[in-house]
Structure formats: C-alpha cells, structure tokens
C-alpha cells in the first residue's frame, strides 16, 4: 500500500486530500478513511474508490499532527486496516495517537483471525457433513444413519455465515456503518451465495433423490474457490486449485464419518482417491503462495503450511494403519489447520 | 352444437368483475400527489389510509370467504361492488383526512378485499373441476390485467381532468359490471341442476350456516393446528414479500440508484405486469397437469436465485436486467393456482376457501412487511443489496417448506410424477 501523503511526512502546507493506492482494487469498509486533525476534530470529507485507488477530501486547517485511519475489503474480500501519519507544519500531540499503535497494516486483528478460522473450520465441517456423506453413500452405499449427519452438516454450513460476518468486523470495527459495508461489498455477496447453498441443501434434503446435492456440493466448492487468495499472474488459477482442493477434502473427511458411522469396505480405494487429489493440490498451493517454498519458514503463511503437512502426513499414517477413528480426529485437526492457511495471507 | 357449460359463463363473468375492480387497486399510487396538491396533506396522511385498505383488503378474505358460503356468491360480488363505488364516489366530496381514511381506507379496502383472490378460488373451486388451475390462473391474472389496463389511462386522467374523474371512472366502471354480474352470475352448479365442470357425481355440499365471522375465526383454528397452513402460509407470506413488498415497491427506485431514468425504470413495472398475465396461465394450465409442491419448489428456488443474483446484475449490461423483468414477471403471481390447490387438498372442499382466505391475509401480510423493512435498509443505509439478498434467501426457504407439503412424516418425500387426479368435486 502506498499513500500520499506518506507515512510521517511533515508537509509544509496542507494537501486537498489523502490518496491511498493498493496492489489491488479494494472497496471501503464503513468510512473507509478517517482522518483526525491535532484537536482530533474528524478533517476528512467525501471517500471515493476507483479500482485499488481510494481517496478522501481533506478539510486541514490546523497545525500539526494528523492521523489516518482506513480499512478497506480487497476483491476476494480479505479485510485489512491500517493507520499512520503526517504532519503540517510541524509535528505535534494528537487525541488519537494512540490507534498508531493497534498494529501492522495489512493484517487482520488475532481475534479476527481467530474468528475467522472457526468460521471457515465451522463451514468445512459442514461440507464434509453434507457433500461427502451424501457422495459416500451415492458412490458406495445409503445408511439410516447418513440422515443426521447431513441435517448436522447442513445447520453448520449455515451457522458458518454469521460467525464468518462477526470474523470481518472484529477485523475491522463493531459498528453498524462497517457491519452494511461489509454486507453491501463483494464479501456479502459470497456470505448471501453461501447461505442460499446452505438453503437449498435444506430444501433438496425433501427430494426423493440425492443427487442434485453433489451439484450444490461442487457449486459450493466453486464459492469457497471464489473467496480464496488468487495467484498473480495466473488469474483463477489459485481459486480452481483451492475449489478442487476443498472439494477433495470434503469428500475424503466426508466418506470417513460414513465410515465411522457405518463400516464398509469399499471405502479404502475411494479414500485413497479422494485424499491423493486433495494432498496433490493442496500442495501445489502450498508451492505457489510460498514462493516455491522459499517463504515456509520465514512468514507466518509457511509455518501454517508446514503444520498442514505434518498433520496430514498423521492423518495417512494412521490411515496406512487402519486406525479409521484417529484418522477422522486428526483430520478434523487438518481442516482447522486448513482454515488457519486459507485465513492468513499469502506470502505469494 | 353443443351447449357451452354454464361455469364457462360463470368464470367469464367473474373476470369481468374482478377486472372492474381492479381499478381501484391501480388508484392509490395516482391520487398521492393530486391530494397533496389540493389539500395539503402530507405523505403521511396519504400513507396512513393506504396502509389501512392494504391491511383491510389482505385481511377481509377470511371474513368474505364465509360471506360466500353464508350468502352466496352473487350476493357478496354484487354488494361488494356497489360498496366501493359509492366509497370511490363519495371521496370526490370529500375534504378532511378521516373521510379519506374511512372511503379509501375502510370502505374501498373493506370492498375490494371481497373482490380478492378468495372470490377467484371459490369460483373455480365450485364450478370447476377439470381445469380448475387454469380457470383459476385466468381469474388471478385479471386482477393484473385491470390494473395494467386502468393504470396508465386513470393517471392520464388525473393529470389532464382532476383525480376526481379517476374517481367517478373506476366507480362507474365497477356500477356498470354489477347488472351483468346479478343476471349471470350464480352461486352453485346444483341451483340450475347441474354438475360442476368435467364433476361425475353432483354437488352435495351442505351450505355453511351460523355467523360467518364465527366461520371465518373457525377456519383460522382449523388452520393452525395444522402443519401444512403454517407451510403453506409461511410461503405466501414470503411470495407477498419477495413481489409487491420488495419488487413492486422498491425496484424503480434502486434501479434509479443505478442510474436508470425514472420513465424506463417504471416502464420495467409494466414489463413485469404484462409477463405477470402470461406466467400466471401458464401456471394455471401446469397446476392442472403437474403436482402443485413441485411447481412451487420451481417457481420459488428460482425466484430465490434471481434475487440472490441481482446485486451482480445492476451495472452490469442491460440486456441481464431485462432477462431478469421478464423472469420475474412469468413468476409475480404464479404461485396463487398452485396454492390453492394445495389449501384445497388439504383443507378438503368445504372449508379450504376460508383457510386459503387466512393463507392470503399472510400474503399480504409479508408484502407490507418487506415493503417496510426493505425501505428502512435503503433509508440507514443507502443499499438494496442486504434487501435483495434476504428476500433471495427467504425464497429458497420457501422452496424448501412447499416440498414438505402434505407429507406424514419427516423423510423422504414421495410425489407423484403427475398430479393425482383429485377426487370428484362435492362428493
């Protein structure tokens, strides 16, 4: 992110307005920009957004320190914020210098991140539950007790939403201005599409045939894809891997509850399957955000990538084992690890 | 030649009917700005009486249904007819706010609240039993019709003339259907010795009798204890939402918002008006072929998908948006045939008109509801997005309570590819 003025310029007199521009075309969350002038009276008029470029009108008539805050959703509605300052004049106090030290710009708050990574744990669940168990018992065969753990499956992909909004404004600001932004952006389109997924599940649960659910299931893998981090340079590239990869994983956890539920020995070769696409792309995203591996132990991206692999290397060891339980324990582990690497941003 | 069925002539009179009553539904939206000029009052007054011959016309169909089985068919057409005229007649001598209120709002509403969708479901459901749906889709659609025919006409009027010849034209219009309406229109097949259309056995319906209001809150008991009014009406109540509660209030001016003209962004309600007649007997015809619940499921998931898209529509080319008029407007009412259907094989012959009275009051009932909360988003937060997706989402709830219609028990359900042929009318 670059902005003008820059961070701690003093500026001899002061600029009509504060242009930020981003790596990539962003929309404001709530305000977008506020700045606060030295008394802390608000000095910013009129937000406007063009493509990565944001810019705010600025009213500066004192003397002194003035501090920026924005936060903005970037196009695969990842949110950040950010604050810095400038002077005119000459440096001085300012009521709100305090938010200069609420962290790095760029990055979601912990809570947040926290939040976020229950979210996305609370929806793969849920497409496990759902897509994978209706898949196993299409493709092997159909239990009593598959019923439950479609309805659970299906009451988790739509719990997922609301928690995924509260993940958004703990990372940006509680308040009813940034809760309809984030509502209006690209962001609450994706949470609406997925909610209407989780309906329709609902609602295909009365049809006398299952498999209209697996064409929800691949949609809803195509909208995970969509919210994912994309690869520069190689558009829709790193949203198709990440819809096949989430697919994939849903289908194998899936296709282990089923197993668990109900033991049937026909799902050793689906496992294998299912499991083998999931590790395959799964790892070549893990090679493209990671600069072909050069940022694994450098960033905090890596570190989580190295953590997905070891827990998924348990999870097939057992599997090798035949340790089916465990297997589906550590996956679930695998999945909140999954959810920590698709929540932290790449480092490329 | 052979005799046309005298339910034939029934019907047609009773599109003439609802036709010449459709006009005062069309009026409220002309009169707002011609009685501020005059008087003075402001929107509020206006909104005020609006709301209650809203409210009255949603909530009369109960009462009016059990009117009908009390006193028959041409007595409560023919009275309610002369009611909104002398109602609409007497507001051009009107000239404070309660007059307004209890002629629009009591009077009018309390009128045309007889002449509704229930008036329609009676018809076709005593005189007919082939082709019932589409009768009742025909019935359904000239409400539609009238208001596409009177709307345009009665706002030039009011423009070049003065709202009070608006006025006397649809008090005229609804006086000149009454004469045609008291020689041909007749309560029961078996009043002329006949059978209801394609019936094999003759009608032996015992008439209501006692109060009908008592009839009407009996119905409503009658209804709630059953699972399949709370699913049929939840589903009325979002159709009323997602349609004149969201669309017909709000879409002109988000697509303002959009930077459409005013002219073409009215000009979309239109478009919706005329594909509204067409979907409307198409759906007629279908609901005499095919099960209702699957209809429903079709006619809401995909309305719930429209609306879930139309945020991506907007500012997009404008050949998507009037993809999306003409799909929406194939689907505006098309879910009444199927609805009173279902009420009707739920409910059984005799009391399903009452029920489906209470199923409409929901209807409307979601309509004003969405109408308001969809414009207090827009008002806050200066974005239809959260409206339309919402309501998009509350379709595809509705899609999946019509599937759960009429099932025993929780499970899969099992529907037949074709309509079950429904036993004999009155037997």
């Known amino acids: ?348 | 030649m052979k005799r046309v069925h005298y339910a034939w002539v029934v019907a047609a009179v009773t599109f003439v009917a609802l036709l010449g009553a459709a006009g005062f539904r069309a009026t409220p939206s002309i009169l707002i700005v011609p009685l501020q000029n005059e008087f003075g009052w402001n929107r509020a007054i206006i909104s005020i009486a609006v709301s209650i011959n809203l409210i009255l016309f949603g909530l009369m169909g109960p009462f009016a249904a059990a009117l009908m089985d009390r006193f028959g068919l041409r007595s409560v057409t023919v009275g309610a007819l002369i009611t909104i005229s002398a109602g609409a007649l007497a507001t051009t001598v009107m000239n404070s706010p309660w007059q307004l209120y209890l002629l629009w709002g009591v009077v009018v509403g309390m009128g045309t609240g007889c002449m509704a969708s229930v008036l329609a479901a009676t018809v076709a459901g005593r005189w007919f039993v082939q082709r019932r749906g589409l009768v009742l889709g025909a019935l359904t659609a000239a409400g539609a019709t009238g208001q596409l025919i009177f709307l345009p006409g009665l706002g030039y009027l009011a423009q070049t003339a003065g709202w009070r010849y608006a006025a006397v034209v649809v008090a005229v219009a609804a006086l000149a259907v009454v004469p045609i309406v008291a020689f041909f229109l007749r309560n029961r097949p078996s009043d002329l010795g006949i059978r209801a259309y394609g019936a094999t056995e003759a009608d032996s319906m015992p008439t209501n009798t006692g109060s009908p209001i008592l009839n009407a809150f009996r119905g409503l008991r009658m209804g709630v204890r059953s699972r399949d009014f709370w699913l049929l009406g939840g589903s009325f109540f979002i159709c009323g939402a997602s349609t004149n509660g969201l669309i017909g209030t709000h879409l002109i001016p988000a697509s303002m918002d959009h930077g459409m003209p005013e002219v073409a962004a009215a000009s979309l309600l239109a478009v919706i008006g005329v594909f509204d007649v067409i979907g409307t007997l198409a759906s007629g015809y279908l609901t005499d072929r095919f099960d209702s619940r699957w209809l429903l499921f079709f006619y809401y998931g995909l309305r719930g998908l429209s609306l879930l898209l139309l945020p991506f529509v907007f500012g997009s080319p404008q050949f998507a948006l009037i993809l999306f008029i003409v799909f929406y407007g194939l689907d505006w009412v098309a879910t009444v045939p199927p609805t009173v259907q279902l009420a009707r094989r739920v409910f059984g012959a005799q009391n399903f008109a009452i029920v489906y009275g209470w199923i409409f009051a929901a209807h409307q009932l979601g309509a004003a509801t969405i109408a308001f909360a969809a414009g207090a988003v827009r008002t806050f937060f200066g974005d239809y997005q959260i409206a339309f997706m919402s309501s998009g989402l509350l379709c595809l709830l509705a899609a999946g309570l019509v599937l759960r219609i009429a099932r025993e028990r929780p499970g899969r359900v099992e529907i037949p590819e074709r309509a079950r042929v429904e036993a004999p009318a009155y037997s």
């Open chain 1, 1 to 348: 992110m670059q902005s003008d003025p820059q961070p701690d310029a003093v500026l001899v007199s002061a600029p009509p307005e504060v242009t930020l521009v981003f790596s990539e075309p962003v929309t404001p969350a709530g305000a977008g920009i506020k700045v606060y002038g030295p008394s802390g009276a608000p000095a910013a008029g009129r937000v406007t957004s063009t493509g990565a470029v944001l810019k705010a009108q600025l009213t500066a008539t004192e003397q002194g320190t003035y501090i920026v805050s924005w936060q903005v959703l970037a196009a695969d509605t990842h949110p950040s914020r950010g604050v810095f300052a400038f002077a005119v004049g000459r440096e001085s106090p300012n009521p709100f210098a305090s938010l200069l030290d609420a962290g790095s710009a760029g990055t979601a708050t912990p809570l947040g991140l926290a939040l976020q990574v229950i979210a996305r744990w609370v929806h793969f669940i849920g497409f496990a539950l759902t897509f994978g168990v209706v898949a196993d018992s299409l493709a092997i065969r159909p239990h009593q007790a598959f019923r439950r753990l479609i309805v659970a499956g299906v009451v988790m992909l739509a719990a997922a939403e609301p928690l995924a909004l509260l993940a958004q404004l703990a990372s940006l600001s509680f308040d009813g201005d940034t809760a309809v932004a984030v509502l209006g952006s690209n962001f609450g389109r994706l949470v609406g599409l997925r909610l209407g997924v989780a309906l329709l599940a609902w609602t295909f649960l009365a049809l006398p045939r299952l498999w209209p659910m697996l064409a929800l299931g691949a949609l809803d893998a195509v909208l995970d894809g969509a919210g994912a981090h994309g690869v520069p340079g190689w558009p829709l590239a790193g949203q198709a891997l990440v819809a096949v990869h989430v697919g994939a994983i849903g289908l194998w956890v899936g296709g282990l509850v089923a197993f668990v539920t109900a033991p049937d020995r026909r799902f050793g070769r689906s496992a294998a399957a299912t499991l083998g696409v999931a590790v395959g792309t799964g790892l070549a995203l893990a090679i493209v955000h990671t600069e072909a591996g050069a940022a694994l132990v450098s960033s905090d991206y890596g570190r989580a990538v190295i953590l997905k692999v070891l827990v998924v290397g348990l999870a097939i060891g057992l599997a090798a084992l035949g340790r089916r339980r465990w297997e589906l324990a550590v996956a679930a582990g695998a999945i909140g690890v999954a959810a920590l690497v698709g929540a932290l941003p790449p480092a490329f």
